[in-house]
């Protein structure tokens, strides 16, 4: 497990802090900060090994609507900014902080693009590994209905195959005690003949 000293390392999205250094895929995996962080991407090997504490779908993906949020406000500002810039009749010092508050947007757009970019990469991610998850637990499922099947078609033929044998040996005893009752019939009338013969 990663110790203190190795804090030195950075595993987020923004830009490296001062006296850090952007951590190795592997490093990020054993400290539980798994993440795109738009200049190395993690192993999706990597990725599907983690069990816990790995960044849930659903709130990357508000997160991810949020960023988009922000980027629809922000539009909206900036074209507040134009509309102002445009405007023949405005003040000197009126135009002078639309230019500063333009310049502030712009840096914030940037900025904005970046997060959008990384945290789209994110949520892509994490919705193929979903995608993948589903579908092996859907094969799995499949596999184990076809096993139930067979085992409950054999265990079907084994009790069908147990009645067969059943009847045919029930069958088998009556022709063998039909047979008998028929020979100790036989065998009684003969013995009868030959007494009526002898008193003759």
């Known amino acids: 497990m990663a110790s203190k000293k190795d804090n030195k390392y950075y595993c987020s999205i923004g830009p490296v802090p001062k006296g850090k250094t952007l951590g190795e895929p592997e490093y990020c995996l054993e400290t539980k900060q798994v993440r795109y962080y738009g200049k190395v991407a993690i192993d999706k090997k990597l990725l599907e090994s983690i069990k816990k504490n790995v960044s849930n779908l659903i709130k990357e993906q508000l997160k991810l609507k949020k960023i988009h949020d922000d980027a629809k406000i922000l539009v909206n500002e900036v074209k507040m900014i134009k509309i102002i810039l445009s405007d023949q009749s405005a003040k000197p010092s009126k135009i002078k ?14 900025n904005l693009i970046k997060r959008l970019q ?8 994490l919705e193929a590994y979903e995608e993948k998850k589903k579908k092996e637990e859907k094969k799995e499922e499949k596999k184990e209905k076809e096993k139930k099947e067979k085992k409950e078609k ?9 009645k067969k044998e059943k009847e045919k ?3 088998k005893e009556k022709e063998k005690k039909e047979k008998e009752k ?12 030959s007494k009526t013969s002898k008193k003759k």
Do not use: F, I, T, Y
């Open 97 to 110: 902080r639309a230019e500063d508050k333009k310049a502030l947007l712009l840096k914030k757009r940037d």
């Open 118 to 125: 990384d945290q789209q990469e994110l949520v892509e991610s």
């Open 182 to 193: 028929k020979e100790k019939k036989e065998k009684e009338k003969k013995a009868s003949g």
């Open 154 to 162: 054999e265990k079907k033929e084994k009790k069908e195959k147990e």
């Open 169 to 171: 040996k029930e069958k």
